[in-house]
């Protein structure tokens, strides 16, 4: 049952671009707060293993497209210095909300009867319908260009930035956009023009990800996510108790330290790989010679995931591609997080009593082929618009969009 949650919200984040790209990113996130409302209803009142099953797989759905429309539609909307923080916000309010769910799971262990099971899963909805003051926001400026609604997307900008319509950065941020999605229309146009089929179209602008021009983009925005959840980060949490234990802590200690998931571009995944990997080397060892004693170097992994992959798998995608590619390339970003989420949800039980201390050697050695990763292939990103990042992948895109620019005016 672990991983059907995972399955769901894989399922989820791959339709969610559709919704987004034709319906905009709010309604999107309204669909996404329905699906997991409607999961946590059933997983409340599941009378049979069966239907938990299904309301975990249900609401997996609304989680997954909430965790690829929220960095979506934050980066769309904010300014560029700000970003970065934002979608990090983002990160920690993730764990903030893990912490949470552990010590009410851990506070209702001892309710009698059902509710020790079901007050976790009816307690889910609060925050999933805190979503819906989101349909209070503007509108994504972006979206609004992408569907020529320019003097919308002008007034949008306004909102955000609480600054009049005729303020030069509102204009300029403004004019930025409109321009980018134009030339972005004409590359669809040049790359698309003899589609007419809307389900081959939808298809083909899926596989646009993978052709040369974008395959370092979509390279970087897979890669961050695979190396996240192959940190072993999820192992810990699915399976903490477990691991715990075999460092040497009781059964309550374990889930109390279970809950202890803290927060936290281009150095923070280099070290950042190399910061987890090496507690992972050392609780290999102690777990292999000492007999399962020591719970420090899983904090001090820990530590180096939230201030690293943790945010960087969340941040990085949304930052990479152009606007015309944003939502798929989230949306297969996203995929990528609950894919291997999943994997890791079936397979570490299996990989704990097989071969014990040697799923730490497994785990470390991901997270050192993180850093060599990063060091050759992820630029750097902060600070910049979306529009600069491209210079920092240096794919010459820039010169074929200057020349649809310049057929754009």
């Known amino acids: 049952m672990t991983g059907m949650l995972e399955f769901g919200a894989f399922t989820g984040c791959l339709f969610f671009p559709i919704l987004a790209d034709r319906y905009s990113r709010k309604l999107g996130l309204a669909v996404a707060t329905a699906f997991f409302c409607v999961g946590a209803i059933i997983q409340t009142a599941a009378n049979n293993y069966g239907t938990l099953v299904a309301g975990r797989t249900i609401g997996g759905v609304g989680v997954g497209t909430l965790a690829m429309g929220a960095p979506l539609y934050i980066s769309e909307i904010a300014p560029p210095n700000l970003r970065g923080s934002l979608l990090v916000l983002e990160a920690i ?34 925050p999933a319908l805190a979503v819906g003051i989101v349909q209070f926001f503007p509108l994504s400026p972006r979206w609004l260009a992408m569907r020529h609604r320019n003097q919308d997307a002008l007034d949008s900008f306004s909102k955000l930035r609480r600054l009049p319509g ?40 899926w596989g646009d990800l993978f052709k040369p021009k974008y395959i370092r983009r979509t390279a970087v925005a897979l890669a961050i996510p695979f190396f996240q959840q192959f940190s072993g980060i999820n192992a810990f949490v699915y399976y903490a108790p477990i691991f715990f234990a075999a460092l040497g802590q009781d059964y309550e200690m374990s889930l109390i330290l279970s809950g202890m998931v803290n927060v936290g571009r281009r150095k923070l995944a280099i ?89 730490y050697l497994f785990f470390g050695c991901f997270c050192f082929a993180a850093s060599v990763f990063s060091f050759f292939l992820v630029p750097e990103t902060a600070g910049k618009s979306l529009e600069q990042i491209a210079d920092a992948f240096g794919d010459r895109l820039e010169d074929e969009e200057g020349e649809l620019e310049s057929r754009a005016h």
């Open 93 to 126: 309010s993730i764990v903030i909300g893990a912490i949470i769910a552990y010590w009410v799971t851990y506070s209702s262990r001892d309710i009698s009867g059902d509710w020790a099971f079901r007050l976790p899963f009816l307690l889910q909805m609060a």
């Open 166 to 205: 005729t303020d030069a950065r509102v204009q300029q941020e403004w004019k930025g956009i409109v321009r980018e999605v134009e030339i972005q229309e004409l590359l669809l146009e040049r790359e698309h023009g003899a589609a007419t089929n809307p389900v081959l179209l939808e298809f083909e602008q």
């Open 271 to 359: 070290f950042g790989g190399i910061a987890m990997g090496i507690p992972h080397i050392i609780m290999a060892g102690v777990v292999n010679k000492y007999n399962n004693k020591w719970a420090d170097h899983p904090d001090i992994y820990v530590l180096a995931y939230a201030s690293s992959y943790g945010p960087l798998a969340w941040t990085l995608p949304a930052e990479v591609f152009p606007s015309s590619k944003r939502a798929k390339g989230v949306g297969a970003a996203t995929a990528m997080v609950w894919l291997t989420n999943f994997i890791i949800g079936v397979v570490v039980p299996k990989m704990q009593l097989k071969i014990g201390w040697g799923t």
